[in-house]
């Protein structure tokens, strides 16, 4: 079932079919049958309609084709029903839940012969007291990422491989930063392959490596540069200790020149950190997974980072409008890397269909949530149009 923004009670709100027919109207670019605006707006309709027509006006679209529903498999979501009933799993994660530590007995059922790996891992996470938005252990993501991997069946029997690499898919970039090697090194960019022979088994770490986002972990770098000189973060500050950075000898310098490049290229909204992230992630973390997955004929590890992404997308309530917003985008630029590649591995290509759907049907229920709200009708309105706009990729097909 196709239910990452689910909205309680939403399908049944007598309303909801008028306002379902009111986003598809405005999908299509048109002005919606007023008796129908009036159904969910009342005597706000007319004004819903100059709103509308002035929106509109502002934001001129040429138009493009419309997003349809398909009727794909829905994997991981009943993957993830399964792993609820798995009490070898249940028993992991309440362990983890409640900050325990879990014996090699607890770890073996799921990660077999990583358990000691796992053990080590889940330590380090403990130990840095790391927590979510929601403010639950960070370890316990890993952990469904892990779990549904195993339940999805990716790994041969006797194996464990392919779980335990979802299980570490973040390791490195939340914990290499408390590995300080040296104090002019506190981000660790110089010790990754240190902290990947220190931690992770050498037969995991090119899968481990493609989950990483290096360009993330170099502008943590650069924010920490910035911050203990005293130095306002944005672009051109950016810009200037990129340089500085590409000048060295080590393993990410290619990245660096890259993000270099790419940021020289574009302008940075405030705040310029976060932003200059999100142009990565769009333009090359995602794409570069999906050819170095091609290339190693590792699509596994790729479809990996589409567990993480659902996961990510499943437990979202802490989170700002625009990181949930920007969730439900990376669900469609993942499908549509994928979509790019043209295999015919089948497993990928479900995984393809799942999550443009998924990212379908979580767009027009956070837009029609907004047109089902009691009050504030029209700012409501205002912020539905917002979202549309913002949600483009994922509403329209190229």
């Not at 009943?78 to 992991?92: D, F, H, P, T, V």
């Not at 362990?95 to 891992?121: C, H, K, M, R, W």
């Not at 000048?247 to 993000?259: A, Y």
């Not at 999550?355 to 979580?362: I, K, P």
């Amino acid at each position: 079932m196709h239910n990452i923004y689910p909205i309680e009670g939403q399908e049944n709100n007598p309303n909801f079919v008028s306002a379902s027919k009111i986003l598809n109207s405005i999908l299509r670019r048109e002005i919606p049958d007023e008796k129908v605006l009036k159904i969910v707006f009342g005597d706000l309709a007319p004004h819903i309609i100059h709103n509308l027509k002035k929106h509109y006006e502002a934001l001129p679209m040429n138009m493009k084709n419309i997003r349809m529903h398909t009727t794909g498999p829905s994997v991981i979501g009943e993957a993830r029903a399964m792993l609820e009933q798995n009490l070898e799993y249940a028993n992991l994660q309440s362990l983890i839940l409640n900050n325990e530590t879990p014996s090699i007995g607890d770890i073996a059922p799921v990660y077999g012969e990583f358990a000691e790996t796992v053990q080590t891992i889940l330590a380090l996470y403990k130990r840095n007291k790391l927590k979510r938005k929601c403010e639950i252990p960070a370890a316990a993501h890993p952990s469904r990422v892990g779990g549904l991997v195993r339940t999805l069946g990716f790994d041969n029997p006797g194996s464990h491989r392919f779980c335990t690499v979802a299980f570490l898919h973040d390791c490195i970039e939340d914990l290499i930063r408390f590995e300080k090697s040296a104090h002019f090194d506190h981000y660790g960019l110089r010790g990754i392959m240190v902290f990947m022979n220190d931690h992770i088994p050498v037969e995991l770490q090119p899968s481990v490596k493609l989950l990483t986002n290096e360009y993330s972990l170099i502008l943590n770098y650069l924010k920490y540069l910035l911050t203990i000189s005293d130095t306002q973060v944005n672009r051109k500050n950016l810009l200037k200790n990129l340089e500085s950075l590409a000048s060295l000898d080590w393993s990410i310098c290619e990245n660096v020149m890259k993000l270099h490049a790419l940021l020289d290229a574009n302008e940075l909204a405030e705040p310029a950190l976060e932003n200059a992230k999100w142009l990565c992630y769009k333009e090359l973390y995602i794409r570069e997974m999906a050819d170095n997955a091609l290339a190693m004929s590792d699509f596994r590890t790729f479809e990996i980072k589409a567990i993480d992404l659902t996961d990510n997308s499943q437990s979202s309530a802490a989170l700002s409008l625009t990181e949930k917003l920007r969730n439900i985008i990376k669900l469609g630029i993942w499908a549509s890397q994928g979509y790019r590649l043209h295999t015919n591995w089948s497993p990928t290509n479900n995984f393809i269909q799942e999550l443009f759907e998924d990212a379908l049907v979580s767009s027009k229920r956070i837009v029609i949530n907004d047109f089902l709200q009691p009050d504030s009708k029209q700012d409501r309105f205002m912020s539905a149009l917002y979202k549309i706009q913002q949600l483009k990729s994922i509403f329209y097909t190229d």
